[in-house]
């Protein structure tokens, strides 16, 4: 599994005298368990095969990236496209089976692109309480001659009842101030700091300050979706609180896990690909002495690449990390 990479290449490798104690760490189940016997997992099983087992009514917060209606492989594993009417029933077959293990003030993000949107909706909309659409900026994609460049992607947002827990004050954003306001010679809703002029604001259900993962970020890994950190914090802060139990179904290389082991939640991660479980369990690792993420500090998110000397300090973490691992 190990690769030689440019010095600049900060892409997360799994060493082949790591794989062992790896895969030592992951759990498969086949039968009921409780949540003791779970929680702060990461199961390496298909989520069809898992689902009987969980424990109920343990979920305070589901975040589900699944297969886009995409053709796509995902390590050893195939997606297939297919229409639009047989996602929505693909979709709804495995989503209704976790409904039982939602707590009832629990909220539920499921991410999609526009293809399969509105299909992502036809089923949220049957079961819970849509509350909104979050629409982010990938940044990259790929230009098209002929169509405007996919540039964007979904999360829709609801929430298994009515009440539910939201936590505004936690994920606001620190903006630059481009035109300063004063009056009567003092800053309007701003402050200046050695860094530059800023304003906090609230969040929108517009994200524009987002950057996927790449090669010279040390959360990168080889999955082809891989979701940020940073976005998993602000849903994490957002709709959860300190002890509150994260689960992923579609887990990959794990980054909820472990933004919900960085925030202090608990989790549980399921992935059917044991080459992604090793890397959510090597980070997982790493996050017992980094606690750091990419775009989020003292407490506010800041604006996409804003945050120079926290990257440095986190490169000089992780390039620690792997000495001591040799």
């Given at each position: 599994m190990s690769k030689e990479k440019k010095d600049y290449n900060r892409t997360l490798r799994i060493e082949d005298q790591e794989i062992e104690s790896l895969k030592s760490r992951l759990?498969?189940?086949?039968?009921?368990?409780?949540?003791?016997?779970v929680i702060n997992t990461t199961i390496c099983q298909s989520l069809e095969d898992v689902i009987p087992f969980l424990p109920e009514q343990c979920v305070d917060l589901l975040f589900i990236d699944p297969p886009y209606n995409l053709a796509k492989n995902y390590g050893k594993t195939r997606f297939n496209e297919m229409s639009n009417e047989e996602y929505e029933k693909w979709f709804?077959?495995?989503?209704?089976k976790l409904i039982p293990i939602l707590k009832q003030e629990a909220s539920v993000y499921v991410c999609c692109d526009w293809r399969?949107?509105?299909?992502v909706y036809n089923v949220l909309y049957r079961y819970l309480n849509i509350q909104n659409?979050?629409?982010?900026?990938?940044?990259?994609?790929?230009g098209a001659l002929h169509n405007w460049k996919n540039n964007s992607e979904d999360i829709w947002f609801s929430t298994n009842s009515k009440k539910y827990y939201f936590d505004v004050e936690s994920v606001k954003l620190k903006r630059k101030v481009i035109a300063p306001y004063k009056i009567d010679n003092e800053p309007k809703d701003w402050e200046e700091t050695e860094d530059g002029k800023f304003r906090i604001t609230f969040p929108s259900n517009l994200w524009t300050d987002i950057s996927i993962p790449f090669w010279s970020m040390p959360e990168n890994t080889e999955h082809p979706t891989q979701k940020p950190e940073k976005l998993l914090a602000k849903i994490i802060l957002a709709s959860s609180k300190e002890g509150d139990l994260v689960f992923d179904p579609f887990l990959g290389s794990g980054t909820t896990s472990v933004v919900a082991k960085k925030l202090n939640r608990n989790f549980i991660g399921i992935e059917q690909e044991e080459t992604y479980c090793l890397y959510a369990e090597k980070r997982l690792r790493i996050a017992d002495i980094d606690k750091s993420i990419q775009?989020?500090?003292?407490?506010v998110f800041w604006e996409r690449n804003s945050l120079h000397e926290q990257k440095k300090e986190k490169s000089k973490i992780h390039e620690t990390f792997r000495l001591d691992m040799k």
């Open positions: 759990k498969k189940i086949d039968s009921e368990q409780s949540l003791e016997d709804e077959s495995w989503f209704v399969n949107s509105s299909a659409r979050i629409t982010w900026e990938r940044e990259k994609g790929r775009g989020y500090f003292n407490g």
